[in-house]
């Protein structure tokens, strides 16, 4: 037989990897044709709100529900006296920690979660809360950490035994009842030792802001307990749907096959969506005592107040080096802010979770890193935000220590950088606390970027602003912001990550139609990423089938095979190498078919784009859509009929994308008020599934970096009053702040990954509030700036340039 049409136009019509296809998913959000948690809607549902604590910390005296059962509409009303019998006042977080479900006694931050009031619909609800009557008594209000460590109040009935001694926690002994954890990595005493004798040592404090993903919709579900069936389905935006229906079916005793977890449409998660709330648990309850769905959907000040948090993060750094700058030692010492319950969701093992790549990408010797975990009363929380489980905080870190030892050296961060980066040719490289990177080629990255933006064309113009500026020719200052990132994502081998017990692989399931097209499922779920898209991609590369005729699914437990779901970037470095390895489970049993259907040995086959060819004899091939028909329709000796297959992927180890980022910045020194001139972005992710949709990644990370560097922040008064709780305070930036990103790339592949892909999607977060921050810091770096704490706000900035003495 003779092609009709090219190689490259059978490639074409693929649309496989590296190819930029339009995302599917966009035809419904563009019409808004999504479907949303909210969009959910069944006969007879109630809806769910809460009463919430007015204060940060206060014991209940009494709840008086009665009025709030009179209020028209009220079906009922929950508090923990009600889930107490249940065993579900209580209920354990995914970092091994446990949290009120309602109120127990007391309150620990401002919002949290009292009374559940259900009603016939959200107003009569909100009536409900007005009436429920609830009589606190102030106690005293810790919101600084090492305060909370020294205190004499006791925060967590459950953290001391009888006589007020302090207990273990999940994560070992506390030093004090208000301590969550110590974890440490590297090497105390010769890290200690090197930095003591070194002749060059460079000293910082620094504190990561807590700040909030934000994400568009707020989360929520909707709970539906059938009875005379004993089938519970819970719809909810969730990044981990089947981690939920573990965690329900353990809590609840429902058993796991009678219960249904389904993540729809999800409007943006960035981690906030990981956890457990009180509102999932209640909204169930609350199905089961009434016999009708419940629905419970945060509205935005719910959202920000007492939803996953992010970062909250003190740390405190030593970095030695050389005269000549060769750095010999790190040491770093964080407190960290968890709030009231420590509901971070960590791997078990790694409860200040990956903040040992805090090393990053410099060859450095010995290191030492030590975490302690703190309860103060704030609202609980402490992974999301694109963060990789604290990967923001300790590239954050390390990237402001480069500077600070740049300063302390009198020499060019970027050449401190140079000098440092860990080479080409060390990788795989084990660093000095525990990781091993799988690959990597920053020198390459890094001269292509500085190329990029004429770096030395930057640092001369700088020098002539800052000429002009003490000449009083200029109030304008110019920043260069760098950085160097190393990311660490795709958690994780199941021998070393796991969440309660959970091993994080992840799978992938496919289906082959009769005619050629294909349904595919996986265990994770797409919030915005576009996985409908790019799913479809690997699998048509693999398998030969077009992009377009394969259907992606996700998110519904009953369909989808098991996993852990979507965050720290693990979607493509898991469930993608699960894609790739069942397409190549369908692709060996299409080698067999096509050899039968040709008549010749299995080996006399290859593969080529979309069929498999007699080797030597192009002219002689299947189609993979006729191998497709071929497998249900023909009998073929030793084979079943069908084509489909089904991958469960333990990842052998993380992967380590990288990248090299530079910020230009003018800042006005009299009114505080940044312009970002220019924003450079180089990453490295590895083989490229998608490129237009890895771009969309980059630039939405780098506006999140921007908002958290430049603004954004959860802000506490001393009584624990949330300050932020509306986007009248809390800034989102909008298309008026964000800058035009330039966006490049370099390719270095992941050597254990199937196709060679590492993450993205925390990337630019990742590198870009260093590189934001590190625009001010460098802004005023010729006037004697060392470091400033972010979020570098229009006010901060003009206090640092008052302090500096630049308004005189
Ligand atoms: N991709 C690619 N080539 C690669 C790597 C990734 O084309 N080498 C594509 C993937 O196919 C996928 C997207 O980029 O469509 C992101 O992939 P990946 O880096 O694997 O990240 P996940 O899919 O696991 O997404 C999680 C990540 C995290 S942890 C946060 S937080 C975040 C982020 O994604 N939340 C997001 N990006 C987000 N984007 C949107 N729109 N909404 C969110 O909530
Ligand atoms: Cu931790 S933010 Mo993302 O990993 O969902």
């Known amino acids: 037989m003779k092609d009709e049409i090219s190689r490259e136009e059978r490639v074409e019509n693929l649309k496989g990897m590296g190819c930029s296809r339009k995302r599917v998913e966009d035809a419904r959000f563009t019409q808004g044709k999504g479907n949303y948690v ?11 709100d809460f009463v919430r604590s007015p204060y940060a910390h206060a014991n209940i005296k009494s709840i008086d529900t009665e009025a709030a059962l009179k209020v028209p509409g009220v079906v009922a009303v929950l508090t923990a006296a009600d889930l107490e019998p249940l065993g579900l006042h209580w209920m354990p977080t995914l970092a091994g920690d446990k949290q009120m479900v309602l109120a127990d006694g007391k309150v620990l931050y401002q919002g949290q979660e009292v009374a559940y009031v259900v009603a016939e619909d959200r107003y009569a609800a909100a009536d409900g809360i007005e009436a429920v009557e609830v009589e606190y008594e102030e106690l005293q209000v810790i919101v600084d950490p090492f305060e909370s460590l020294k205190s004499d109040v006791i925060l967590r009935p459950d953290t001391v035994d009888e006589n007020g001694k302090a207990v273990d926690g999940a994560h070992g002994p506390r030093d004090h009842p208000n301590h969550i954890f110590t974890w440490e990595a590297g090497d105390k005493d010769p890290t200690e030792e090197v930095i003591a004798n070194a002749d060059v040592v460079a000293e910082e404090e620094m504190y990561y802001h807590r700040t909030h993903p934000c994400p568009l919709e707020t989360c929520g579900c909707v709970a539906s307990m059938d009875k005379v069936n004993g089938k519970l389905t819970l719809w909810g935006t969730f990044q981990a749907p089947h981690a939920i229906r573990t965690i329900v079916s353990l809590i609840s005793g429902i058993e796991e096959h009678n219960i249904r977890v389904i993540s729809p449409d999800i409007g943006g998660g960035f981690g906030n969506k990981v956890g457990a709330y009180p509102g999932y648990v209640c909204s169930v309850v609350a199905s089961i005592v009434t016999g009708k769905p419940v629905k419970w959907i945060e509205d935005r000040m719910d959202n920000l107040m007492t939803t996953a948090f992010a970062r909250d993060y003190w740390m405190k750094g030593k970095i030695s080096a050389t005269p000549e700058g060769k750095i010999t030692g790190l040491h770093c010492h964080v407190t960290a802010d968890h709030g009231g319950f420590d509901a971070c969701a960590d791997p078990t093992k790694f409860p200040a979770g990956f903040m040992n790549i805090c090393t990053g990408s410099y060859d450095i010797p010995t290191a030492y890193l030590a975490v302690d975990g703190v309860y103060t009363n704030k609202a609980p929380g402490g992974v999301s935000y694109r963060c990789s489980f604290r990967v923001t905080e300790a590239v954050y870190f390390i990237e402001r220590m480069i500077e600070v030892l740049a300063i302390k050296l009198n020499m060019d961060s970027a050449e401190l950088r140079r000098i440092n980066f860990i080479k080409k040719e060390q990788f795989p490289y084990k660093a000095a606390l525990g990781w091993e990177y799988d690959s990597g080629d920053y020198h390459t990255a890094w001269d292509k970027a500085l190329k990029a933006v004429d770096y030395d064309g930057l640092r001369a113009e700088q020098a002539q602003r800052v000429e002009d500026f003490k000449a009083g020719k200029t109030r304008k200052l110019m920043g260069v912001g760098l950085s160097f990132f190393t990311e660490i994502v795709g958690a994780g081998p199941v021998k070393n990550c796991d969440i309660l017990g959970m091993g994080m692989f992840d799978s992938c399931e496919i289906r082959i139609h009769p005619t050629g097209s294909a349904i595919a499922r996986l265990g994770t779920i797409s919030q915005g990423q576009g996985h409908a898209t790019t799913f479809a991609q690997i699998l048509a590369t693999e398998i030969g089938l077009s992009a377009d005729s394969i259907t992606i699914e996700e998110g519904d437990t009953d369909t989808a095979p098991y996993g852990l779901g979507t965050y720290g ?7 993608g190498a699960a894609a790739a390895m069942v397409g190549r489970k369908i692709r060996a049993k299409a080698q067999m ?18 069929r498999f060819v007699v080797k030597g004899a192009p002219e002689r091939f299947k189609t993979m859509k006729e191998i497709a028909f071929a497998s249900y329709n023909q009998a073929i000796p030793g084979l079943e009929p069908g084509l489909e297959a089904v991958s469960y992927y333990d990842p052998p180890n993380m992967t380590y994308p990288f990248g090299a980022y530079v910020c230009v910045m003018d800042i006005d020194v009299d009114t505080g008020v940044t312009e970002i001139r220019r924003f450079y972005a180089l ?3 590895g083989t490229r599934i998608n490129p ?14 921007l908002a958290v560097a430049l603004g954004q922040e959860i802000a506490y008064d001393d009584m624990g009053n949330c300050k932020t709780a509306t986007l009248m305070d809390f800034f989102l930036p909008t298309a008026w702040e964000v800058p035009n990103y330039e966006t490049d790339y370099t390719v270095t592949p992941s050597p254990h990954h199937p196709i060679g892909a590492k993450g993205v999607g925390e990337s630019p977060h990742v590198g870009g509030v260093p590189c934001f921050s590190n625009a001010v810091q460098d802004a005023f770096r010729a006037f004697g700036n060392t470091h400033t704490n972010m979020p570098h706000d229009h006010w901060r ?11 005189d």
């Open 593 to 610: 078919i096509a050899a039968y259907l040709l008549e010749v040995h299995d080996d006399d086959v290859e593969f080529d784009v979309d």
């Open 38 to 48: 909210d969009d959910v809607k069944l006969d007879g549902m109630l809806f769910g």
């Open 683 to 685: 990453d490295d992710c």
């Open 692 to 705: 237009m949709v890895i771009e969309g990644q980059i630039h939405g990370g780098l506006t999140e970096a």
């Open 569 to 575: 970037s693990r979607s493509t470095p898991v469930a």
């Open 797 to 807: 900035i003009w206090k640092t340039a008052n302090e500096l003495g630049l308004h």
